[in-house]
Each structure stands twice: as structure tokens, then as C-alpha cells.
């Protein structure tokens, strides 16, 4: 009997469907199911929550949003090989599990969510994992169909999205989502808690949606953030030029043109942005 249901363990799971991780995946699974259930309850209360879960592989994290009490599952799996391990989940936890086959960069997480506010809970593909949060954070629509994240990164990702200004590892990722977002690290997640065990240590990070984030254009924060952080070490008169008149930005700002990429709060970008905006037109 495993400490979360009476489903086989998942070495089993993994030998019965020839389920060894695919690096080319950025598959690392996670084996210790009271490891997993410690991820689910990091997403809080979860009766009656539908529960977004990209990459369950062979169900380890899927078992425990269960057994947690989620309402209904959506796992987004694009490795093949795994769904016959996620039906026999299925077949445990009857209308409660949905899988779907397919690639998670590729396919519109929102509509699968439904019009009630969905969570997102996963031990993202390392391969993947920013350019997702990117996308949910970035997106159009604000408050957003989710109303928390609690997600897998390796360490130094997860030190990329809580870093304040003045850090070294301040940067776009810190902006676009501490615009949005309040974000912390729940807690690490050592390398011999994986199989294949990764180089690096891990961390659940938890991202809560500003109900009123400060106003901009999206794209034009993405671009200003880019550009200055693309010539991090230049000063801002430098690198915003690819932006337009750049003097006249900072002006509009009131940020010393001399002042760093690293040095701007999420507040200043959020300026830059707007001028950007009004230089537009």
C-alpha cells in the first residue's frame, strides 16, 4: 500500500510500461509519493479545484492532486508511452482525470480550464518549464484563467523569477512576473529525489495573480524588458535604443539614463513600457 492510494508503486508503473525518462523530454520523474503529495498541498486547499498538470509522466504528482481531493485532473502528456500508465489512474479515480495527449507549448491550456478559475500544478519538463510560465503570465487576458501556479523549476530558474532588483539574478523573468505575480519558493527539492537524478537542485515555486497589476501593454513590457536585459551590463540610454529615441523614453520616465537594466523596479519597466506605448502613438 503506497502512503497516498492503493495503485502500484511507481517503480512498478514505470518497468510494466517501459517508462525510462527520455532526456530529449526533459524527463525527470518523481518517485517519492509523500514528495508528491507535499507538492499537491503547496497549492492549497484543492476540493472542488480543477487542476492543470503538464508533463505527470507516470503519474506520481497526478496521484497526489487526487488523493488531495481535486475535483478533475487535466494532465497534458505528449510522451505516448505514459498513457497507459495515467488510464489505469483514470480507471482509479473514475470522471475524474482527463488526459491530454499533445504538446503543452502547443496547446491552449485556458480552454481546457472551462470559465471556472483552474490551478496549475506540475513538475514542468525542465526543457519547457520557462517559456510556459512566460505564457501564462504574459497572457492577454487578466485576472487570468488560473488563480495560482505551483510549479517545478531547477534552483536557479526559481531564483530568476523571485529576484528583486539589484540582484544578479534579477532579469525579464523577475519583471514579467512580479508585474503579475506575487511569487515565492515554497521549498527545494534535492537531485537524488528524481529519476535520473538531475545535476541540480529543484524548487517549487508558488505565483499567486495580482488581482490589480499595474496597467501596460503587454507586448510593450516584453519588448523593453528585452531589450534592456538583452545589453544588461550598458547603461539604459544604450540598450533602448532598438526601442526608438531612447533619451526621450527615459526622459518621459524619469530614469537616469546612466542607470542599468538590473537597477529598475518592476515599476520603472512598467513606465518604459507606457512610453513606449505613447511614442507609438
Known sequence: MSPVDDLPPLRDVIRRHELAAKKSLGQNFLLDLNLTSRIARAG?????????????????????????????????????RALGALAEIAARYPGRLDVV???????????????????????????????????????????????????MFQREVAERIVAAPGSEAYGRLAVMCG???????????????????????????????????????????????????????????QSLKSLGDAAALLEATGIEPTRRAEEIPVEGFVALARAVAAARG
Open 44 to 80: 492549497g486547499r484543492l476540493e472542488g479545484v480543477t487542476v492543470i498538470e503538464v508533463g505527470p509522466g507516470p503519474g506520481g504528482l497526478t496521484r497526489a492532486l487526487l488523493a488531495e481531493g481535486a475535483k478533475k485532473v487535466i494532465a497534458i502528456e505528449k510522451d505516448s
Open 101 to 151: 495527449e499533445g504538446d503543452a507549448l502547443e496547446i491552449d491550456t485556458g480552454k481546457l480550464a472551462g470559465d471556472a478559475p483552474a490551478r496549475v500544478i506540475a513538475n514542468l519538463p525542465y526543457n519547457i518549464a520557462t517559456p510556459l510560465l512566460l505564457g501564462w503570465v504574459a497572457n492577454d487576458r487578466w485576472p487570468p484563467w488560473w488563480d495560482g501556479l505551483t510549479l
Open 179 to 237: 508585474w503579475r505575480c506575487e511569487a515565492k519558493i515554497a521549498f527545494d527539492v534535492r537531485p537524488e529525489a528524481f529519476t535520473p537524478a538531475p545535476k541540480v537542485t529543484s524548487s517549487v515555486v508558488r505565483l499567486i495573480p495580482r488581482e490589480t497589476p499595474l496597467p501596460c501593454p503587454v507586448r510593450d513590457l516584453e519588448a523593453v524588458t528585452q531589450a534592456a536585459f538583452g545589453q544588461r551590463r550598458k547603461m539604459l540610454r
